[in-house]
């Protein structure tokens, strides 16, 4: 769930084997990370296992739906490890995250460009950028719909009735979409602009991200 | 033009024996806490005006069911106006349980558990398990026509004994597959009037379903189409800044005095 894209705000300059490495990421914080990607897919294929038809055998034996239990409690429980290990750098992530000025709304007239690898003339932004930010309002707004809507399914099947388990599917499978656009656009800014490094070794370079 | 098969259950023949329950657990070799009918009794009244039947709650076999509607890895299906079911490909996602109106399925030991309609039997040409044994032939099965003429036939005859007598399933659903002979109105028994699969499940159904995977796959791929115009793009200003820097670095090696200066 700590969805924090690393993509940086400046153009990678003269990234030669002279260049500092700053830490971003402290270990606990990497591992939160690749906890939330692990059980993210693994509630995405057993998810769409019943969404989509021809996937429709994975489901088979009823395998895939205790793995989405299992994927479901990890998900859940992500923002609350996080909380406990680091209070400060999550309520830290939790008020940059909503935190909106001028400069975002600089930013969001340069977002198009930025959306096609150019980074040219962006304003200055702080530790996260202005697309960062509607990111993780949408994931944190999503995370809950997907929460709420499958904790429902799960403890309320077979007392939801038609109209109910309807409409709390319906929740489910457009919070799906949403967190899976979302997705795709930070694996997107990831590989676009090399941020990959900064989830793997927790570093990344001294003057990719502004103010860290 | 397909058969279209039925049951029919007449409630003023039923004596409650249980017999077809019985023989239904047995030929479908179901566990003993599993069963795929359920034989109940309603009572009103009393002294003279105690009025009594015996009702079933099994599966109506639904023309347009909303549990085959509902289920997501086909294990649920129509054949021949029956609702079969194959549960090796069950999920046990259990949305049949809350799709179904008249609440007939169930989930029992990780798969659907409900009426399969004794298909094998069925397929040879014989009757289903309950309609073989029932002792006080309250139970037929066969082609819906025959069945229903029957039982209009029997209403008729009910209807001096029982003024409210009707038949319950002709049209509801787009007819259901189960036709239950009643002695007084469905409210009685607790039958929906107008069962009904609501707007809302075929909203999930045919637009949200389709949607949210057609909808992932084409961003994904747009994604990925401009992830290669993007790259590029990333690449050329890159290499500009590069050699920006360069430049910036060579000149400040060769003449480091002069470019402070000129800088100042
Ligand atoms: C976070 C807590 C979550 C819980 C408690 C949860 C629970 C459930 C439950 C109970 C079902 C019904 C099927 C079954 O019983 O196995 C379901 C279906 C589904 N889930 Fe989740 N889920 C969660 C998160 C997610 C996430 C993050 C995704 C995808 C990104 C997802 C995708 C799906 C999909 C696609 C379906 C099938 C919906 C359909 O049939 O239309 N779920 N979920």
Redesign the pocket.
């Known amino acids: 769930m700590t969805s924090v894209t690393l993509a940086p705000t400046a153009p990678e300059t003269a990234a030669g084997p002279e260049t500092h490495l700053v830490r971003r990421y402290v270990p606990a914080q990497q591992v939160i990370h690749w906890i939330g990607v692990i059980?993210?897919f693994l509630?995405?294929l057993?998810?769409?296992?019943?969404?989509?038809p021809p996937l429709s055998f994975l489901?088979k034996g009823?395998t895939?739906?205790?793995i989405?239990?299992i994927?479901?409690?990890a998900?859940?429980l992500l923002p609350a490890l996080y909380l406990l290990r680091m209070p400060r750098k999550a309520l830290e992530l939790v008020r940059e995250s909503f935190t909106y000025g001028r400069e975002e709304l600089a930013w969001f007239k340069h977002m198009p460009g930025y959306f096609l690898g150019s980074t040219r003339n962006l304003p200055p932004q702080g530790r996260l950028n202005a697309g960062q930010k509607l990111h993780h309002a949408a994931t944190f707004l999503m995370?809950n719909t997907?929460?709420l809507?499958?904790?429902?399914?799960?403890f309320g099947?077979g007392q939801l009735g038609p109209e109910g388990l309807s409409a709390v599917?319906?929740v489910?499978?457009i919070?799906?979409l949403g967190?899976?656009v979302a997705?795709i656009g930070h694996v997107y800014f990831t590989f676009l602009y090399g941020a990959l490094s900064g989830m793997v070794t927790g570093k990344v370079s001294e003057d990719a991200p502004n103010g860290t | 033009m397909p058969t279209r098969y039925a049951f029919s259950i007449d409630l003023d023949r039923c004596i409650g024996c249980q017999a077809c329950v019985i023989s239904c657990q047995a030929g479908n070799e179901l566990k003993d806490d599993e069963t795929y009918i359920h034989v109940g009794e309603q009572i009103r009244g009393s002294g003279k005006t105690l009025w009594g039947s015996f009702d079933h709650h099994r599966c109506f076999h639904c023309a347009d069911a909303p549990c085959v509607a509902a289920c997501?890895t086909g294990t649920l299906s129509k054949w021949n106006g029956l609702t079969i079911v194959e549960k090796e490909k069950c999920?046990?996602?259990?949305?049949c349980t809350d799709a179904c109106p008249f609440k007939v399925p169930h989930i029992v030991d990780n798969h659907v558990s409900k009426c399969v309609a004794c298909l094998d039997q069925v397929k040879e040409g014989q009757a289903p398990w309950c309609a073989r044994t029932c002792p006080s032939q309250a139970i037929h099965f066969g082609e819906r026509e025959t069945i229903l003429a029957e039982a209009r036939a029997k209403v008729a005859a009910l209807k001096a004994r029982h003024p409210n007598a009707q038949i319950y399933g002709e049209t509801q659903l787009g007819g259901l597959g189960l036709l239950m002979i009643l002695l007084d109105k469905p409210e009685v028994y607790g039958l929906p009037l107008d069962p009904k699969a609501p707007e809302t499940m075929k909203v999930?159904q045919s637009v949200?379903?389709p949607a949210?995977?057609g909808l992932s796959v084409l961003a994904a791929g747009a994604m990925g189409l401009m992830f290669v115009f993007a790259r590029r793009q990333h690449g050329k200003e890159r290499a500009e800044h590069e050699r920006a820097a360069k430049q910036k670095a060579a000149l400040q090696t060769a003449q480091p005095k002069a470019t402070e200066t000129h800088h100042d």
């Open positions: 059980s993210f509630l995405l057993t998810g769409v296992a019943l969404l989509f489901a009823g895939s739906g205790v989405h239990r994927g479901a409690i998900f859940i995370f997907v929460t809507s499958g904790l429902i399914m799960w099947k599917v319906i489910h499978d919070s799906m967190l899976s997705m | 997501p999920s046990a996602c259990g949305y999930w949200v379903q949210s995977s």
